[in-house]
């Protein structure tokens, strides 16, 4: 094969996932960075902090959500200054993030979820797709291999799991859009944020379930579907 | 080089030797010497009232209103000089609305009042500017309860249960360290701020006045409204009953 001749934009062509559950909310994401047929990065992070207790998960161009990420951040620590002990809030966290993308959405291609926990909301999760909408959502999948999961997340989400039902739920459904999707792939990153916590966990590349005809390394599929 | 500031009150960007700057103490006189504004928080919500003398017989009722809404959970009343407290109004307003259109959500009053203390401060630090003539009454509705706060032109502001500001505000402070005001809900206080504000009168002036009310509670569904006229009539006949009916009390012990 012919090796890439031209550099094409850096896009995370990405599966993400953000899901509230009984008392906090767990976001996913599959770990490619892809350049064209060219994978940048198979261990990127696409789960980024923007201020204490919430996290913006990002799929389109790499440089514009990172770009987003960066302003949302300097924003919301300033905010965070403002308010003093109170905390900023995971809708005002959402609400900047929709303003950037809103405004500045004719030359960028951005799509990102919002989640986190706070005082007076708890567990809550935002989408933010590619025209600037804000939506305030139980959960919500992104990014190029949300499409093959779609039909799962519907079956299988329920309101109020537990951390661990809610956690098992977040990574089969990236195992599946990886299984699927060209352009996902490597670890699965998860972060849980409730009341006590905010914990970065990965699934490594090796550890990722493989489904039906994938070639198997370890036998029969490994993973039992989340019972409806 | 005589007088009270001996040189030292010309401009704003002056020091006494004392370390005081005589401006922004006179810009305080002119709330000091205003109408009196009292601010009161309650168990379910936060009452403003204002004071006003009728200043010429020809001059319709509630022409002149001190009292004005800031967004739909917080209001604001202006002692001291009427012009500069719309200025504080109308900034005010402006980063109310910024604030919701930026963050989503209603702006706490804490980050309101310290932008306007902001906002009066620049006002203190330039020589081509002087400062404003009027604090600024806040009272507000947040997600943890009613809150009055009172930022003044020097450029603080400051939480209160209960604040009165302008003419008299020694005596009605002295009532309202009396009342218990986080056991009253707005409806039972707003006769005795009724009464506050009659009984600091001078009595010597048979001058008419009008008293403006306005109120944010549970029962206004945490909107910032004036007090019905009917209701507000009410409590103001109520309370000049019983100051009237205590003033015979006395005078019926002296006898």
Redesign the interface.
């Known amino acids: 094969m012919e090796a890439p001749t031209k550099m094409k934009e850096v896009l995370t062509g990405t599966t993400i996932i953000a899901c509230t559950y009984d008392g906090g909310v767990i976001l996913g994401a599959d770990s490619r960075t892809s350049s064209g047929n060219y994978v940048a990065n198979k261990v990127a992070d696409k789960i980024t902090k923007v201020c204490d207790k919430v996290y913006l998960c990002r799929s389109g161009s790499a440089a514009h959500t990172q770009a987003v990420a960066g302003y949302a951040n300097l ?1 919301l620590n300033q ?1 965070a200054i ?3 002990d ?1 905390g900023c ?1 995971v ?2 966290a ?3 993030v ?2 950037i993308a809103y405004g500045n959405k004719a030359w960028m291609n951005a799509g990102m979820i919002i989640a986190g926990w706070d005082k ?1 909301e708890k567990g809550k999760v935002f989408v933010v797709p590619l025209g600037g909408t ?1 939506m305030d959502v139980p959960f919500a999948v992104g990014g190029s291999g949300s499409i093959y999961i779609n039909a799962f997340v519907d079956r299988n989400w329920k309101p109020n799991m537990t951390k661990e039902e809610c956690k098992s739920f977040v990574r089969k459904a990236v195992s599946l859009a990886i299984s699927r999707d060209g352009s996902s792939g490597g670890v699965i990153r998860t972060v849980t944020v409730n009341e006590h916590e905010q914990v970065k966990e990965f699934v490594t590349g090796n550890e990722v379930p493989v489904y039906q005809d994938e070639i198997q390394s370890k036998g029969p599929p490994q993973v039992e579907f989340v019972s409806v | 080089m005589s007088g009270v500031g001996s040189g030292y009150d010309l401009s704003v960007t002056t020091f006494s030797p004392e370390g005081r700057v005589f401006q922004t103490e006179y810009a305080g006189k002119a709330t000091d010497n205003g109408v009196p504004c009292v601010g009161v928080c309650c168990k379910d919500g936060a009452i403003l009232a204002v004071e006003k003398p009728e200043e010429t017989k020809m001059m319709l009722p509630n022409s002149n209103r001190r009292i004005f809404t800031v967004s739909r959970h917080c209001g604001m009343a202006v002692p001291g000089k009427l012009p500069d407290g719309r200025q504080i109004v109308s900034r005010a307003q402006q980063e109310a609305e910024n604030y919701k259109r930026f963050y989503g959500e209603t702006i706490p009053t804490k980050v309101l009042t310290d932008r306007l203390a902001n906002f009066c401060h620049v006002f203190s630090l330039y020589w081509h500017l002087r400062p404003l003539g009027s604090a600024a009454l806040t009272a507000s509705f947040d997600d943890d309860g009613p809150h009055v706060y009172l930022s003044e032109t020097n450029g603080v502001s400051y939480r209160y249960y209960g604040i009165a500001v302008g003419k008299g505000r020694q005596g009605i402070k002295t009532e309202l360290e009396r009342m218990k005001l986080d056991q009253m809900t707005c409806k039972e206080a707003l006769k005795a701020v009724c009464k506050c504000l009659i009984k600091q009168r001078d009595d010597s002036s048979n001058k008419k006045f009008e008293i403006e009310l306005a109120w944010i509670s549970e029962e206004t569904g945490r909107e910032f409204v004036r007090v019905p006229a009917d209701l507000a009539k009410e409590c103001e006949a109520a309370a000049k009953k019983e100051i009237e009916q205590e003033e015979d009390d006395d005078s019926d012990m002296e006898g």
């Open positions: 924003y905010h403002e308010l003093g109170k809030s809708k005002a959402a609400n900047i929709k303003e007076k804000l």
